[in-house]
């Protein structure tokens, strides 16, 4: 089993920045790859963007060039760092962790202001 706690959200007005914080704990090893994912209201639950073991990431084509993927192996975390943020970033934000299951947090809200 694999536990993860998000943090970091907030309320922050368009055009500014949020670091989102996975904490990552239980069953490391068997973890392949993490991402951050997100679920407006309304919406479907949508990938934001992803990060491999071997450190390839990948992101949706909304947030390329503003959020960045990230992970820091010796303090099992995964990080978002989320620059020039929109109104259409409002979501609650999730993380996932894929290995010989998949794992979810609780998610994190993020609300961006016009």
């Known amino acids: 089993q694999v536990q993860l706690v998000e943090s970091g959200g907030g309320l922050v007005q368009a055009g500014g920045s949020l670091r989102l914080s996975c904490a990552v704990s239980?069953?490391?090893?068997?973890?392949?790859?993490m991402g951050w994912y997100r679920q407006a209201p309304g919406k479907q639950r949508e990938l934001v963007a992803s990060?491999?073991?071997?450190?390839?990431?990948n992101y949706a084509d909304s947030v390329k060039g503003r959020f960045t993927i990230s992970r820091d192996n010796a303090k099992n975390m995964v990080y978002l760092q989320m620059n020039s943020l929109k109104p259409e970033d409002t979501a609650v934000y999730y993380c996932?962790?894929?290995?010989?299951?998949?794992?979810w947090g609780q998610g994190t809200q993020v609300t961006v202001s016009s």
């Open positions: 990060i491999t073991e071997g450190g390839s990431t």
């Open positions: 996932y962790a894929a290995g010989i299951g998949g794992y």
């Open positions: 239980g069953s490391i090893f068997e973890i392949r790859a």
